[in-house]
């Protein structure tokens, strides 16, 4: 008789997924509202053929080592997979996998979201009109111009491509940084390519879109902040650790940018604590992907991996160190 695969979840997933995952495997699941904790990740992924896991799942080489010589995957609901030691993992030939593609239009949108709310103060608008009342003025909460400006896009990747794309309905001029120059970024959006401290001096907006690694970890801090005009907006819906947020709190306090548009943070759940008090700041709690239909893919693409792994095929996103 075939041995289905045996499969620990450390979240619960939307429900199409999980019956998805129920028809290719057996497996455990995490079915608390909040995270694995270590303990119960060391302990749940023992002796597993697979471990589905989320970005806030630590995995290490003592997660790998507790799972045991059988395992062969670590399928992340995720595109970003900094939450795991892939070199670690490829020591011990256990794939690892991520769910690119299908989150890129929401997370490119959540980008535009927090770009229109900061520029335009929706937040600050929003608090405003739940606690009193306002009279209207020619020079009451005035923001920043959106159309014709400069989009400074760091990172050409599929997501960074994606959000500069959808800037060409508001005619703005496109410059982007990354590793190297894009062809591809700029037959597609009309961008130019441009050193980081060029599109930092000269962008209205600065949008991040980059993995964090070693090299982008605060990419952006105290330096680049100050290279920044005083008019000039961020954004960052890529990972946390890629702003200084200490320095970046300073830099909103003192006004020498003018706001900040943040879905991520460096020590999620608790941003830091200083950009509470600011009205220059829009804070969401890292929503990027976080529509129906793209978590939904998403999941179901972390099952199309674990269903090749299982049969002992290469899956199809595996990512390498
Ligand atoms: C990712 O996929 O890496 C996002 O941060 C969560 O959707």
New binding site residues.
């Given amino acids: 008789m075939n041995r289905k695969g045996n499969v620990y979840v450390t979240r619960l997933l939307p429900r199409p997924v999980m019956e998805k995952l129920g028809e290719i495997c057996d497996f455990e699941a995490n079915t608390e509202p909040r995270p694995a904790t270590r303990e119960e990740l060391l302990r749940g992924v023992r002796g597993r053929d697979a471990v589905l896991c989320l970005?806030n799942d630590r995995i290490d080489a003592a997660v790998l080592d507790a799972a045991g010589p059988q395992c062969r995957l670590f399928a992340n609901?995720?595109?970003?997979?900094n939450n795991i030691d892939v070199s670690e993992a490829q020591k011990r030939g256990i794939w690892v996998t991520?769910?690119p593609d299908v989150?890129d239009d929401a997370?490119a949108d959540m980008a535009w979201a927090l770009l229109f709310a900061t520029a335009r103060r929706v937040a600050e608008g929003d608090r405003l009109m739940r606690s009193g009342t306002f009279s209207w003025q020619p020079e009451f909460m005035l923001g920043a111009d959106i159309t014709g400006r400069t989009l400074g896009v760091v990172g050409a990747g599929r997501i960074g491509r994606n959000f500069a794309l959808k800037s060409r309905g508001f005619g703005m001029k496109v410059l982007y940084s990354g590793r190297r120059p894009s062809p591809e970024f700029e037959v597609e959006t009309g961008g130019r390519f441009a050193a980081l401290d060029e599109l930092l001096r000269d962008s209205d907006f600065v949008s991040l879109h980059v993995p964090l690694t070693p090299e982008t970890h605060h990419l952006i801090g105290e330096r680049e902040l100050g290279l920044m005009k005083p008019s000039s907006i961020l954004i960052n819906?890529?990972?946390g650790p890629v702003v200084d947020e200490k320095a970046l709190a300073r830099a909103l306090e003192a006004r020498t940018i003018r706001g900040a548009g943040l879905d991520?943070f460096e020590n999620e759940p608790n941003p830091e604590p200083g950009l509470k008090a600011l009205d220059n700041v829009v804070m969401t709690p890292?929503i990027?992907?976080?529509t129906v239909d793209?978590?939904t893919n998403?999941g179901f693409i972390v099952v199309r991996n674990i269903a090749a792994a299982l049969e002992g095929r290469e899956p199809p996103n595996l990512v390498r160190a």
């Fill in positions: 970005l609901y995720g595109v970003g997979y991520n769910t989150l997370t819906t890529s990972r991520v890292h990027g992907s976080a793209t978590r998403m």
